[in-house]
C-alpha cells in the first residue's frame, strides 16, 4: 500500500528522528508530520477533516505522552473518524510492554491494527509500509 502523508504521534524526539531515517533509508516516500502529543495531531486531524488528501493514510501513535495520551487519542480519534471519509490505518509503537497497556489496548482493538513495543527497526518499518 502507498502511504502519502504519516503522522507519528510520540513525545520522544529520538523516536521522530529514528523513524525518519528509517523512512529515508528504506526508500519509504511518506511525508511524516511528528506531534509531540495527541491534542496537537487531534487538532491537526480535525483541520484537515474536509481534505482528503491533506489527512494521514497511517498513525504511529505512542501510549505515554503528556497533555493527551494514546488512550485518550484513540477514544477522540474514534468519535472524529466518523466524519472522516478517508480510512486511516492506526498502529500502536510503544515503550510499554506493561501487562496493564497490552491489556488496555484490548479494549481499543478495533480502533488500531497492530501494539508494537518500540525500538522501531527495519524489519518492522518494512511490516509497518509493505
Known amino acids: 500500500m502507498k502511504f502519502n502523508n504519516v503522522f507519528i504521534v510520540d513525545d520522544?524526539?529520538?523516536?521522530?528522528?529514528?523513524?525518519?531515517?528509517?523512512?529515508?533509508?528504506?526508500?519509504?516516500?511518506?511525508?511524516p508530520y511528528f506531534y509531540e502529543n495527541g491534542y496537537d495531531a487531534l487538532q491537526d486531524l480535525q483541520s484537515k477533516k474536509d481534505s482528503h488528501h491533506?489527512?494521514?493514510?497511517?498513525?504511529?501513535?505512542?501510549?505515554?505522552?503528556p497533555v493527551l495520551d494514546g488512550w485518550q487519542f484513540l477514544e477522540?480519534?474514534?468519535?472524529?473518524?466518523?466524519?472522516?471519509?478517508?480510512?486511516?490505518?492506526?498502529?500502536?509503537i510503544s515503550s510499554s510492554d506493561n501487562i496493564i497497556d497490552t491489556d488496555k489496548?484490548?479494549?481499543?482493538?478495533?480502533?488500531?491494527?497492530?501494539?508494537?513495543?518500540?525500538p522501531m527497526t527495519?524489519?518492522?518499518?518494512?511490516?509497518i509500509f509493505k
Open 12 to 31: 520522544d524526539k529520538v523516536h521522530h528522528f529514528i523513524i525518519r531515517k528509517l523512512l529515508e533509508n528504506n526508500g519509504i516516500n511518506a511525508i
Open 54 to 65: 491533506d489527512l494521514p493514510d497511517l498513525i504511529l501513535l505512542d501510549i505515554n505522552m
Open 76 to 92: 477522540e480519534f474514534k468519535l472524529l473518524k466518523e466524519s472522516i471519509e478517508k480510512e486511516i490505518k492506526v498502529h500502536i
Open 105 to 118: 489496548a484490548e479494549e481499543f482493538r478495533g480502533e488500531f491494527l497492530n501494539y508494537y513495543v518500540k
Open 122 to 127: 527495519n524489519d518492522l518499518i518494512k511490516e
